[in-house]
């Protein structure tokens, strides 16, 4: 019987394996390493706040790609959303801890023992891999896990989400492991909210930045917050969808970085005249922009991260109406500050901290605060990694940074390309890893269609390889739903 393991057990590899098992004709064995998140939820949906909403519909969050409607089936099952009408629950931002649920109730669909329905049978292991070793032997290679123990395996798959989250580049300092300084958002810093005549700094004004402002709103802190970031541009709201006619030419992907920008300029500000919202350009393009992101050379994806990304971040992941709703009410009332600057360092100070900010035309301020939460997204420069299996991965050649240093090197088949630039036939990635490769490869929408495809892709015989596993546009239309 052959024997795939998976690092990591979010989203990702959690519906790989069930992909797998559901799509096995054959015997296997599936191993799920995971560790630090709970199986099944990884990061996203580990929550168990109840203020922490899913950024996308109901209607467009099943994990399924061949089957759209199944996480809205799902939820019609549930005492607590069975008796809302079909058109209120498609449209509704679930709470993230609700998802988490799904995706456990989907993976222990497929933990029963081998029958001759499902030949496939999955085993949890809670562990870090912390290496790879390849056999002398055979094809085959060691997942090594920090315990020391090894999983003998034919195919493996990286899905391990996205790096740690980063800093300003001096974690290692004492300042910075100051008791009230929280390098990262999903830690425990709630036992440490300081009282409300202080500031709450954090770092950072995107999604993560949203989830704490809004625990702490539900925790009745009523200090003020100080959200520091380079643009100081807070999430999008999501906003209903208008008729607009098709305005993109027959393959975007050959327009290039400028034509591509000035077709946007024109209908974003055709949009904004019409008094609609121009993020509707950016949901029209999201069925291409895998497509046209590779066709960009080099510079023209070092100028798009340079002058666009930041902006495109804003629009492309939207939050709740009603989130928004709050986030722009504490900000008019004067209990979230947004400020541009970034954050140089912090210096203890007693029990409270003094965060050291460069503003845009290069002063410097200090900022006193209570609390200093990190929510500025993981760790953009994979070559200089702190994650110990991709380490040891970069160093023994199986692994190589992509172009960008955003990922590693994956082949259209999701083979990773090692550091002789050959693809290998046993070591697969998906999802934030492909990040410098597919650019788009963070949410759900995407997510899923790989963990369907890398399945079929590890479990294919040697005939069907030849196939190259990415997904047609018509079929990205399908999965895609409608955003
Ligand atoms: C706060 C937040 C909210 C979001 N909300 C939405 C949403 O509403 N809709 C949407 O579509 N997307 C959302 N996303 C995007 C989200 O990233 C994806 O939906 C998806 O959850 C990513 O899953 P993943 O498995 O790729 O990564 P992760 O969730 O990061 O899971 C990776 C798992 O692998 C484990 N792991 C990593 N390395 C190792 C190792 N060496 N050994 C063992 N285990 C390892 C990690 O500990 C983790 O458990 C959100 C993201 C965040 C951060």
Same mark, same amino acid.
């Given at each position: 019987?052959?024997? %795939?393991?998976?690092?990591?057990?979010?989203?990702?590899?959690?519906?790989?394996?069930?992909?797998?098992?559901?799509?096995?004709?054959?015997?296997?064995?599936?191993?799920? %390493?995971?560790?630090?998140?709970?199986? #099944?939820?990884?990061?996203?949906?580990?929550?168990?706040?109840?203020?922490? /909403?899913?950024?996308?519909?109901?209607?467009?969050?099943?994990?399924?790609?061949?089957? @759209?409607?199944?996480?809205?089936?799902?939820?019609?099952?549930?005492?607590?959303?069975?008796?809302?009408? &079909?058109?209120?629950?498609?449209?509704?931002?679930?709470?993230?801890?609700?998802?988490?649920?799904?995706?456990?109730?989907?993976?222990?669909?497929?933990?029963?023992?081998?029958?001759?329905? *499902?030949?496939?049978?999955?085993?949890?292991?809670?562990?870090?891999?912390?290496?790879?070793?390849?056999?002398?032997?055979?094809?085959?290679?060691?997942?090594?896990?920090?315990?020391?123990?090894?999983?003998?395996?034919?195919?493996?798959?990286?899905?391990?989400?996205?790096?740690?989250?980063?800093?300003?580049?001096?974690?290692?300092?004492? &300042?910075?492991?100051?008791?009230?300084?929280?390098?990262?958002?999903?830690?425990?810093?709630?036992?440490?909210?300081?009282?409300?005549?202080?500031?709450?700094?954090?770092?950072?004004? #995107?999604?993560?930045?949203?989830?704490?402002?809004?625990?702490?709103?539900?925790?009745?802190?009523?200090?003020?917050?100080?959200?520091?970031?380079?643009?100081?541009?807070?999430?999008?709201?999501?906003?209903? #969808?208008?008729?607009?006619?098709?305005?993109?030419?027959?393959?975007?992907?050959?327009?290039?970085?400028?034509?591509?920008?000035?077709?946007?300029?024109?209908?974003?500000?055709?949009?904004?005249?019409?008094?609609?919202?121009?993020?509707?350009?950016?949901?029209?393009?999201?069925?291409?922009?895998?497509?046209?992101?590779?066709?960009?050379?080099?510079?023209?994806?070092?100028?798009?991260?340079?002058?666009?990304?930041?902006?495109?971040?804003?629009?492309?992941?939207?939050?709740? +109406?009603?989130?928004?709703?709050?986030?722009?009410?504490?900000?008019?009332?004067?209990?979230?500050?947004?400020?541009?600057?970034?954050?140089?360092?912090?210096?203890? *100070?007693?029990?409270?901290?003094?965060?050291?900010?460069?503003?845009?035309?290069?002063? +410097?301020?200090?900022?006193?605060?209570?609390?200093?939460?990190?929510?500025?997204?993981?760790?953009?420069?994979?070559?200089?990694?702190?994650?110990?299996?991709?380490?040891?991965?970069?160093?023994?050649?199986?692994?190589?940074?992509?172009?960008?240093?955003?990922?590693?090197?994956? #082949? @259209?088949?999701?083979?990773?390309?090692?550091?002789?630039?050959?693809?290998?036939?046993?070591?697969?990635?998906?999802?934030? /890893?492909?990040?410098?490769?597919?650019? &788009?490869?963070?949410?759900?929408?995407?997510?899923?269609?790989?963990?369907?495809?890398?399945?079929?892709?590890?479990?294919?015989?040697?005939?069907?390889?030849?196939?190259?596993?990415?997904?047609?546009?018509?079929?990205?239309?399908?999965?895609?739903?409608?955003?």
């Amino acid at each position: 019987m052959k024997t %795939v393991t998976i690092i990591g057990g979010g989203f990702s590899g959690t519906m790989a394996a069930v992909n797998l098992a559901r799509l096995s004709d054959e015997a296997l064995k599936i191993v799920l %390493v995971n560790d630090r998140h709970p199986l #099944g939820r990884g990061i996203a949906y580990s929550t168990t706040r109840s203020e922490h /909403l899913l950024n996308v519909a109901a209607r467009n969050m099943s994990a399924v790609p061949d089957h @759209p409607g199944h996480f809205l089936e799902w939820l019609h099952s549930r005492s607590d959303f069975s008796d809302l009408p &079909e058109p209120q629950l498609r449209e509704m931002y679930v709470p993230r801890r609700v998802y988490g649920d799904y995706l456990r109730s989907l993976l222990q669909n497929y933990l029963a023992p081998i029958d001759s329905h *499902h030949p496939a049978e999955i085993e949890i292991i809670e562990a870090e891999a912390v290496d790879i070793v390849p056999s002398s032997q055979d094809d085959s290679a060691d997942v090594v896990l920090d315990n020391g123990d090894k999983i003998a395996s034919d195919r493996i798959l990286l899905a391990t989400g996205n790096q740690p989250p980063a800093g300003p580049g001096r974690e290692e300092t004492e &300042e910075f492991r100051h008791p009230q300084y929280c390098p990262d958002p999903w830690g425990n810093w709630r036992k440490r909210i300081p009282d409300s005549s202080e500031n709450i700094v954090i770092a950072g004004t #995107g999604l993560s930045m949203v989830d704490s402002f809004l625990t702490l709103e539900e925790l009745g802190w009523r200090g003020q917050i100080i959200a520091i970031s380079r643009n100081g541009m807070i999430p999008q709201s999501h906003f209903r #969808g208008i008729d607009y006619p098709d305005f993109l030419p027959e393959n975007p992907e050959s327009v290039g970085l400028a034509g591509m920008y000035s077709l946007l300029k024109t209908h974003c500000e055709q949009l904004t005249r019409l008094g609609e919202n121009p993020g509707l350009v950016v949901d029209r393009l999201r069925p291409f922009t895998q497509r046209i992101w590779q066709k960009f050379s080099i510079e023209e994806k070092q100028h798009f991260l340079k002058h666009y990304a930041a902006r495109w971040n804003v629009i492309r992941h939207r939050i709740a +109406q009603p989130i928004h709703q709050r986030l722009t009410e504490a900000i008019t009332e004067g209990r979230v500050k947004v400020q541009r600057g970034s954050l140089k360092d912090v210096r203890g *100070h007693g029990e409270s901290l003094e965060v050291v900010v460069k503003t845009p035309d290069g002063d +410097q301020q200090i900022i006193p605060g209570g609390l200093v939460i990190n929510c500025t997204g993981p760790n953009a420069g994979f070559s200089h990694t702190k994650v110990k299996l991709f380490q040891n991965l970069l160093q023994r050649g199986l692994i190589i940074p992509d172009e960008l240093d955003m990922g590693i090197q994956v #082949g @259209p088949d999701f083979t990773v390309i090692d550091a002789n630039g050959v693809s290998s036939s046993k070591l697969y990635a998906m999802g934030a /890893l492909m990040k410098g490769t597919l650019w &788009e490869t963070i949410a759900v929408p995407e997510l899923r269609g790989q963990a369907m495809r890398v399945a079929e892709m590890m479990i294919a015989t040697s005939t069907d390889q030849d196939r190259d596993y990415r997904l047609s546009v018509e079929e990205e239309h399908v999965i895609e739903y409608y955003i």
